[in-house]
């Protein structure tokens, strides 16, 4: 670590009860309506860029309801390995290059996006792909 330096102190976040009728509930619903009525291409990232992969594709579904096709993925090839492990040591040295306080301020970011705006996403895509409740 390049220096000593203050992290924010973690905190909880709300509890959200979704009870019938409330603001998070409909919008769980919502979300849980346009992920499930409409499948999508499941790409992978490699160096920045999402792709799909060069293997066969299969159909990716919800594992409480098989015939439910929540979308499609490739199987990953050995080039599409390659290319990943490429990608992730060309960005190895800049990576490491950065400040502690950079790189937490990524993380932070992907964390107050999961937390705000994609919070509704993220919790119907794994209630729908995982079986998992709120």
Do not use: C
């Amino acid at each position: 670590m390049d220096a000593v330096t203050q992290v924010p102190t973690p905190v909880n976040e709300p509890v959200h009860s979704y009870a019938p009728g409330s603001p998070e509930r409909a919008r769980l619903e919502g979300k849980l309506k346009e992920l499930g009525e409409n499948p999508i291409d499941l790409p992978m990232t490699i160096g920045g860029v999402q792709r799909m992969g060069g293997g066969e594709p299969f159909d990716v579904v919800q594992p409480h309801h098989h015939a439910k096709r929540l979308g499609t993925a490739r199987h990953a090839t050995q080039t599409d390995a390659q290319d990943a492990i490429d990608a992730a040591l060309a960005a190895a040295p800049a990576w490491r290059a950065m400040s502690f306080d950079d790189r937490a301020a990524i993380i932070l970011r992907a964390a107050d996006l999961l937390a705000g705006p994609w919070r509704e996403t993220i919790a119907a895509a794994t209630m729908l792909g995982q079986s998992k409740t709120v």
